[in-house]
């Protein structure tokens, strides 16, 4: 009988040292918990550079014009027009930007550089959004154009 | 005698199990949104920020906000109301200068935090006047969009 009783006192572990680390361990994530995800956008302050002018690689200057109801793809120091993409009922057709964009990519792979003039009327998210698209990871995880120059 | 002392001992032991299954959810609720990183974002409240893709965290620079109401503030103090111009502000410029260390200290970096409703005039302003004032790198702050 008495080594029964034994058995029994045995199957109750005491949780209260369990429970307080438990405790201080749930302060120590409440206070330094993030609810808010938060990642950030790099982009440098346009910077004008004299070239060499007998080289003959002509930079790409891909330039992307962000206005009301028009998204405009240029490229060349000519600003020669590649796409002007309208706006849909939503938004732009971010996915036809995106192939667009993938094609550029294709022929000018060493290119990481975009400008964008977005119109000074275009709501900051709009604009946000837009980054992602020109941003855009391709199969590979490679981006299409990662540099983000802001003409001002 | 012995009645007594079972009854006791029964009116004692209280369940754990409950409340450990109620703390263990807790903590793994709170374990994914732990956060190592040293960067802390602190928004005004009603401030909203635009959701990107990006999945670079943001890194202790600078910091300029500009909340829902237009006022600029320089790591969580307010400065003065944006100008609405796209242009140079003098007030945001001179504050800038004064914060300026050292140029060996000098970080060229600057976290830009700007409500999502906003015009790109009101950023323009932010960059045009920190690219003045020596911060040539900007870092937008978006709130990550969850997958």
């Known amino acids: 009988m008495l080594r029964r009783k034994r058995k029994e006192r045995d199957t109750n572990p005491n949780l209260i040292p369990v429970m307080d680390v438990t405790f201080l361990f749930i302060f120590f994530l409440l206070m330094s918990a993030q609810f808010i995800e938060v990642s950030q956008i790099v982009s440098d302050a346009p910077k004008i550079k004299t070239t060499n002018s007998t080289s003959d690689d002509k930079p790409l200057n891909l330039t992307l014009i962000i206005e009301k109801d028009l998204l405009i793809i240029q490229k060349g120091l000519d600003g020669i027009l590649v796409k002007s993409l309208g706006r849909t009922k939503d938004f732009f057709e971010l996915g036809e930007l995106r192939s667009v964009l993938r094609e550029i990519k294709k022929s000018s792979p060493e290119e990481r550089t975009i400008i964008v003039r977005p119109g000074a009327e275009i709501p900051y998210d709009d604009v946000i959004h837009i980054l992602d698209s020109v941003r855009d990871e391709n199969a590979e995880g490679a981006k299409l154009f990662d540099l983000v120059v802001f003409e001002t | ?147």
Request: proline fraction near 3%; charge should be positive.
């Open chain 2, 1 to 147: 005698m012995i009645k007594r002392k079972r009854i006791k001992k029964h009116s004692l032991e209280i369940s754990m199990n409950s409340l450990l299954d109620i703390v263990m959810i807790l903590l793994f609720f709170l374990i994914k949104y732990y956060s190592s990183t040293v960067f802390e974002v602190q928004t005004p409240q009603g401030m909203f920020l635009p959701k990107g893709s990006a999945k670079s965290a943001g890194g202790n620079d600078l910091t300029v906000i500009v909340d829902q109401n237009e006022q600029i503030l320089i790591q969580g103090t307010p400065i003065c109301k944006v100008e609405g111009l796209g242009e140079k502000n003098n007030c945001l410029y001179n504050e800038l200068l004064k914060r300026r260390g050292p140029a060996s200290e000098n970080n060229l970096a600057v976290n830009i935090m700007v409500h999502k409703t906003h015009p790109y005039k009101v950023v323009k302003e932010i960059m045009h006047t920190c690219a003045m004032a020596g911060k040539e790198q900007f870092k937008f702050i978006v709130e990550t969009k969850m997958n």
